[in-house]
């Protein structure tokens, strides 16, 4: 079994930015991959940013490539999403998720969920 918490949401102006966390215990992961995703009001939930586990590759939604940055810590228990010039259009609940697969966009792929943080973008 997984466990992931999330933490680092909050409300920011527009153009600042916040740093989310995300810590993975219990089962260690051997491949695949983690993300976060994001969900706004009325609207599915949506890719926002992925890293392989094993690789380190990265990848991002076009919405929000060069504002944000994946990371992982070197203990790889931790993975972080640095979000700079925050839009509005950026208000959601943030999951981070893990995958044991390579399907790093797709939702579906993902088997483990954190229970989500807040991201308030003020206009």
């Known amino acids: 079994q997984v466990q992931l918490e999330e933490s680092g949401g909050g409300l920011v102006q527009a153009g600042g930015s916040l740093s989310l966390s995300c810590v993975h215990s219990?089962?260690?992961?051997?491949?695949?991959?983690m993300g976060w995703f994001r969900q706004g009001p009325g609207k599915e939930r949506e890719f926002v940013a992925g890293i392989m586990w094993t690789t380190g590759n990265r990848y991002y939604a076009d919405s929000v490539k060069g504002r944000f940055t994946i990371s992982r810590n070197a203990a790889w228990n931790t993975i972080l999403l640095q979000m700079n010039s925050l839009k509005p259009e950026d208000t959601a609940v943030y999951y981070c998720a893990s995958t044991n697969t390579a399907l790093v966009r797709i939702v579906s792929s993902y088997n483990y969920w954190g229970q989500g943080t807040q991201v308030t973008v003020s206009s």
């Open positions: 219990g089962r260690t992961l051997n491949g695949g991959a």
